[in-house]
């Protein structure tokens, strides 16, 4: 027998499933590149042949031999062999008739499970078929690794005659024979235990029993001395039997008189009952007419309420409108005061793009002037004829009008020299003689440099405070600033008005220190009442129903815990209530029930009373209080259906409507008449919160503008001061300069400084002229040069095309520039055209919004006219509903008390039933008692 084929699947290195076949009958070795496998083809066969220790597998447990230890997606590791077993005489026990054997074993999870030719079964089986063939994989020399071989060749002969049996086949008895004698010692064992059980436990019972049945007989002997006794005990009995059956008969005659009571109570109780129940018939009729009138009354008030509500609520529209209209406005203003600054930013733009436009042409007129010369400059050169006006064009013309500039310059030079040593003379003249005079002239001429500079100094300070053009500033700036810091005081005065009047509406919701108990307090863990410590998102839509949730917990004020809230109550001066956050809890609606209720009535119908607010995270205990799992409803009918929902998908919640009426699942509904929106505190808040924002942003722009006319002023201050200061300099220097002119040293002095500047200049025109001299001879002295050469007029033309080009592409690049500037300056132009027709628009809609705030104006003026009645109507109904409601309360009272009584008299009624029939079970007891008296004084007798 050999191996035909092996598959491999999830086996260490091998992840996919594998399958390797056509193995040579002979074969004996694996031969391959390190790390190719080798070793895990070897570790799959004995994986097969049972092999279970890791150790040999080179691995820590089993389950490492999984690919990439179950990392890799595959959780099991399978090795099946298949093996030929064409050769009989090689062939398993049992197995001799099958052509092939398939061994398979599977590991996941850490446990093995073996199959052979499809069928499961366990390890010893195949550990048994392996060693009828002589092979023993659980041997320590079944498997010989390497560097072991020296170990074997140094074997003892035990050891060696060991692995003998083993390649002989005999080792598999041997192995059942002593199997065989272990199981042998361990039936001695309990052949031995079950001798042990019998001496010490069954043979003791024995003896037990042989004295038990001593003393059985004993007994028998002692119950037939029972039994006389008994008879005399009988004869007893009987007589006493008698006494008791006289004493029961007694009995029975005061039970019969008792039920003789009983019926005749119960008679007069069902006479009462039917008495109590025509009463309350009559009541409930009674109720039925007042509820019908309830009804009507509730109808009207209803009525009224509605259309009260409808004008408040078309006169709380109009405000909004009004509102929303002159916010528009205001930002139509900011928007055109923006379109204003940009309109001027884009005229500085235009103009200064205009200048742009400008220069860009001059510069390109003259290149293209450069352009005409260059092609008059090739005329001359091509034609040969040329002359003075002519100087620029050929090197010829251009070196004779060099030699011409040449010989002027030369004539301006000597000039130069002549005058330059004329003043040196005069200067030198007029020094000896003002000599004595010097100092005091000197010092006259520093005195008006020394001012002139001042003066200079002042008037660059002067333009360097002055404001921007189109900036506030000076007077008018000035007053225009202090107007609209005056326009911001008086909103400010009505904003304080509005943010007190607001803070005495809601002196109820701030905590009652008495004198000083603040001080004792530590005030940063009060945080104040609950109404100001949310925000209802969508105000308008949600106040009524949110008020109506809350209820009173709004003038519950929170603290942070329980000693906190004791420190208050000592220091307040009248009963409060507080909620620590510590202690607070509630149960807001899970969000898989209220997708139940959104799914019974309308996602659009139904909200959640604690996500229509916000609040600091650091409350949500107090928010999960205050609204629990309350509802918000869009009316009532679909509050009903919430609130007596019987489907069981939600534990039912207590719902209020954006009306303010309330519906509990216990059936309590309130509604009617509500608090009007403007007393609501929940209201004030709203309004004093937004009055104090408004407050704070006006003090922003208030400081802002202070510190703008604080510059102001500064600024117009150091105007006037250097204005000041310039004319008193002005004045000064007048004065000398008038005292000047008067002396003729000084006169002398300031010719001689006069001189003394042209000096300056003559002598910086003779360098320069010395210096352009220079150049003009080596210009001359270039040119003749070029002319002396042989091709001077190939030269000389080619210079004069390469300037030409050059003179062009300058041209082409100068137009792409002023094409560049021009088509900015229509930008710039389309962007005032559109900030002007912005400008206009936003002019139109503000009269616009004006237009449409005179209309809601004259309709809250005709609405307000219109609720007065309306409210008084409401008013009436109300009141006629509620004083019907009081007596319908009373029949309703009076109702339930004829019921409570009604109950009562049940009660009495069964429990007289229930005593009648004790008492008649007490007869019929009392009769089997006799009977059975009676009976046992016979039997006993008969004995």
């Known amino acids: 027998m050999h191996i035909k084929s092996i598959k491999l699947h999830g086996f260490k290195s091998y992840g996919t499933e594998t399958l390797i076949k056509d193995f040579n009958p002979q074969f004996n070795a694996i031969t391959g590149l390190n790390g190719c496998g080798k070793s895990n083809i070897l570790d799959a066969i004995c994986f097969v042949l049972c092999q279970n220790s890791p150790t040999q597998f080179r691995a820590d447990n089993m389950m490492d031999l999984v690919y990439k230890k179950g990392a890799g997606g595959i959780a099991f590791a399978s090795v099946s062999i298949v093996f030929d077993n064409k050769n009989k005489n090689q062939s398993p026990i049992n197995y001799k008739e099958k052509a092939t054997i398939e061994v398979e074993r599977r590991l996941a999870q850490g446990k093995s499970t073996y199959h052979i030719n499809g069928a499961k079964v366990n390890q010893n089986v195949v550990q048994d078929m392996f060693r009828s063939i002589q092979l023993n994989i659980q041997s320590p020399h079944f498997l010989i690794m390497q560097g072991r071989i020296t170990k074997v060749l140094n074997m003892k002969p035990e050891e060696i005659w060991n692995m003998v049996e083993e390649g002989a086949g005999t080792m598999v008895y041997i192995t059942k024979r002593d199997a065989t004698k272990r199981i042998m010692s361990d039936k001695e064992k309990r052949v031995m235990e079950t001798q042990n059980i019998l001496h010490q436990v069954?043979?003791?019972?024995?003896?037990?029993?042989?004295?038990?049945?001593?003393?059985?007989?004993?007994?028998?002997?002692?119950?037939?001395?029972?039994?006389?006794?008994?008879?005399?005990?009988?004869?007893?009995?009987?007589?006493?039997?008698?006494?008791?059956?006289?004493?029961?008969?007694?009995?029975r005659k005061l039970t019969k008189l008792?039920?003789?009571?009983?019926?005749?109570?119960?008679?007069?109780?069902?006479?009462?009952?039917?008495?109590?129940?025509?009463?309350?018939?009559?009541?409930?009729?009674?109720?039925?007419?007042?509820?019908?009138?309830?009804?009507?009354?509730?109808?009207?008030?209803?009525?009224?309420?509605?259309?009260?509500?409808?004008?408040?609520?078309?006169?709380?529209?109009?405000?909004?409108?009004i509102e929303e209209e002159e916010s528009a406005i205001e930002q139509c203003r900011r928007d055109i005061e923006t379109k204003k600054v940009e309109l001027v930013q884009l005229t500085e733009r235009q103009a200064k793009i205009g200048e742009d436009l400008a220069a860009a042409e001059a510069k390109?007129?003259?290149?293209?002037?450069?352009v005409l010369r260059a092609q008059q400059a090739m005329a001359v050169i091509v034609t040969g004829v040329g002359g003075r006006d002519n100087a620029d064009f050929g090197w010829k013309n251009q070196c004779t009008a060099a030699q011409e500039q040449l010989n002027e310059l030369e004539l301006r030079l000597n000039v130069v020299r002549g005058t330059l040593t004329n003043h040196r003379k005069q200067v030198a003249t007029v020094s000896q003689e003002s000599a004595s005079k010097a100092q005091s002239h000197q010092k006259m001429l520093q005195n008006i440099q020394t001012l002139e500079q001042e003066i200079a100094v002042l008037r660059e300070k002067h333009q360097s405070v002055q404001p921007a053009e189109g900036a506030a500033g000076g007077v008018d700036g000035i007053a225009a600033v202090r107007q609209e810091q005056r326009d911001l005081l008086g909103r400010k005065a009505h904003l304080e008005n509005q943010i007190g009047h607001f803070e005495n509406q809601m002196r109820s919701l701030e905590v009652p220190f008495r004198n000083g108990g603040q001080n004792r307090v530590d005030l940063s863990r009060v945080h104040?009442?609950?109404?100001?410590?949310?925000?209802?998102?969508?105000?308008?839509?949600?106040?009524?129903?949110?008020?109506?949730?809350?209820?009173?917990?709004?003038?519950?004020?929170?603290?942070?815990?329980?000693?906190?809230?004791?420190?208050?109550?000592?220091?307040?001066?009248?009963?409060?209530?507080?909620?620590?956050?510590?202690?607070?809890?509630?149960?807001?609606?899970?969000?898989?029930?209220?997708?139940?209720?959104?799914?019974?009535?309308?996602?659009?119908?139904?909200?959640?009373?604690?996500?229509?607010?916000t609040y600091e995270p650091k409350f949500r205990s107090i928010a999960e209080y205050t609204f629990g799992s309350t509802i918000i409803c869009a009316d009532i009918d679909t509050a009903n259906t919430v609130a007596y929902d019987q489907s069981g998908r939600f534990h039912r919640p207590y719902c209020v409507t954006l009306g303010g009426d309330t519906v509990h699942p216990d059936g309590l509904v309130a509604g009617g008449s509500t608090t009007s929106r403007d007393n609501m505190q929940l209201?004030?808040?709203?309004?004093?919160?937004?009055?104090?924002?408004?407050?704070?942003?006006?003090?922003?722009?208030?400081?802002?503008?202070?510190?703008?006319?604080?510059?102001?002023?500064?600024?117009e201050t150091e105007v006037q001061r250097l204005n000041a200061d310039i004319h008193q300099r002005t004045n000064q220097l007048n004065?000398?300069?008038?005292?000047?002119?008067?002396?003729?040293?000084?006169?002398?002095?300031?010719?001689?400084?006069?001189?003394?500047?042209?000096?300056?200049?003559?002598?910086?025109e003779l360098n320069d002229g010395e210096a352009r001299r220079e150049e003009l001879t080596a210009k001359i002295n270039d040119l003749k040069t070029k002319l002396s050469?042989?091709?001077?007029?190939?030269?000389?033309?080619?210079?004069?095309?390469?300037?030409?080009?050059?003179?062009?592409?300058?041209?082409?690049k100068q137009t792409e520039a002023v094409n560049k500037v021009v088509q900015r300056?229509?930008?710039?132009?389309?962007?005032?055209?559109?900030?002007?027709?912005a400008s206009h628009t936003l002019t139109q809609e503000i009269a616009d919004h004006k237009r449409r705030v005179a209309e809601y104006e004259a309709k809250i003026l005709k609405k307000q006219e219109t609720l007065a009645p309306v409210e008084a109507e409401h008013d009436q109904a109300s009141k006629r509903y509620n004083d019907h409601r009081s007596g319908v309360a009373q029949k309703s009272v009076q109702l339930q008390e004829a019921h409570a009584e009604k109950r009562n008299m049940e009660k009495d009624r069964t429990k007289l039933n229930r005593d009648l029939d004790k008492a008649k079970s007490d007869l019929d007891a009392q009769k089997n008692q006799l009977k059975g008296i009676e009976n046992r004084v016979s039997f006993r007798l008969g004995q």
């Not at 037939?224 to 009995?251: C, P, S, T, V």
């Not at 008030?301 to 609520?313: G, M, Q, V, Y």
């Not at 919160?689 to 102001?712: I, T």
């Open 825 to 837: 300056q229509m930008e710039c132009q389309t962007n005032i055209d559109n900030n002007l027709t």
């Open 202 to 251: 069954i043979e003791p019972k024995i003896e037990t029993l042989q004295k038990t049945r001593q003393e059985e007989i004993e007994r028998n002997k002692a119950g037939r001395n029972i039994e006389k006794l008994q008879y005399n005990i009988a004869a007893k009995e009987a007589f006493d039997h008698k006494i008791h059956a006289e004493q029961i008969r007694e009995e």
């Open 364 to 370: 390109k007129g003259e290149m293209e002037g450069q």
């Open 528 to 613: 104040g009442s609950i109404a100001k410590l949310f925000v209802i998102k969508e105000h308008e839509k949600f106040l009524t129903a949110i008020d109506g949730a809350a209820g009173g917990k709004i003038y519950q004020f929170v603290v942070d815990n329980e000693e906190v809230g004791k420190t208050v109550l000592d220091n307040v001066c009248r009963r409060v209530t507080l909620a620590p956050i510590s202690r607070a809890k509630g149960h807001p609606m899970p969000d898989a029930q209220f997708r139940a209720v959104q799914q019974l009535v309308g996602a659009n119908k139904v909200w959640r009373a604690i996500d229509c607010v």
């Open 683 to 715: 209201n004030h808040v709203y309004k004093h919160r937004q009055f104090v924002q408004e407050y704070d942003e006006l003090r922003v722009q208030l400081n802002a503008k202070q510190a703008q006319l604080a510059d102001l002023e500064r600024t």
């Open 258 to 321: 008792r039920i003789t009571e009983l019926e005749t109570q119960l008679a007069e109780a069902a006479e009462q009952l039917a008495a109590k129940a025509q009463q309350i018939t009559e009541l409930e009729h009674g109720d039925t007419d007042q509820s019908a009138a309830l009804k009507v009354l509730e109808a009207a008030a209803a009525e009224a309420r509605k259309k009260w509500s409808a004008i408040k609520a078309e006169i709380d529209s109009n405000r909004s409108l």
């Open 789 to 812: 050469a042989e091709n001077a007029v190939d030269l000389e033309k080619a210079d004069a095309e390469k300037h030409e080009a050059k003179c062009r592409e300058n041209v082409r």
């Open 735 to 764: 004065v000398l300069i008038h005292e000047a002119e008067r002396n003729q040293g000084v006169r002398n002095l300031l010719d001689a400084e006069r001189l003394k500047k042209e000096i300056q200049t003559l002598e910086t």
